[in-house]
Nanobody
Framework: QVQLVESGGGLVQAGGSLRLSCAAS????????MGWFRQAPGKEREFVAG????????YYADSVKGRFTISRDNSKNTVYLQMNTLKPEDTAVYCC???????????????WGQGAQVTVAS
């Protein structure tokens, strides 16, 4: 079992930055691929970014490439999402998730956090 808890969400002006953190319980964190997804009101949950077990490979949605950076610290059981140059369309609930096999869709992810609200004001 892996429990995930996000933090770092909030309200920011367009063009600003936020860093989300996702802390994981358990001693198996380093064996999971981690992903960040987001869901805006009235929209389906969508992939934002992913990172391999060691952190050596990262993956991004086209909409955030060049603005967001995913990273992880396995010694702290934590994955991060640094979000820069935020836009109003980035407003959503952001969730981290853990899987054994990387995917850009939600189905393979076994564990999910409760989510953190990010609101970008224009």
């Amino acid at each position: 079992q892996v429990q995930l808890v996000e933090s770092g969400g909030g309200l920011v002006q367009a063009g600003g930055s936020l860093r989300l953190s996702c802390a994981a319980s358990g001693r198996t964190f380093s064996t999971y691929v981690m992903g960040w997804f987001r869901q805006a009101p009235g929209k389906e949950r969508e992939f934002v970014a992913g990172i391999s077990e060691s952190g050596g490979r990262t993956y991004y949605a086209d909409s955030v490439k060049g603005r967001f950076t995913i990273s992880r610290d396995n010694s702290k059981n934590t994955v991060y999402l640094q979000m820069n140059t935020l836009k109003p369309e980035d407003t959503a609930v952001y969730c981290c998730a853990a899987t054994r096999v990387f995917s850009r869709v939600t189905a393979p992810y076994d564990y999910w956090g409760q989510g953190a609200q990010v609101t970008v004001a224009s």
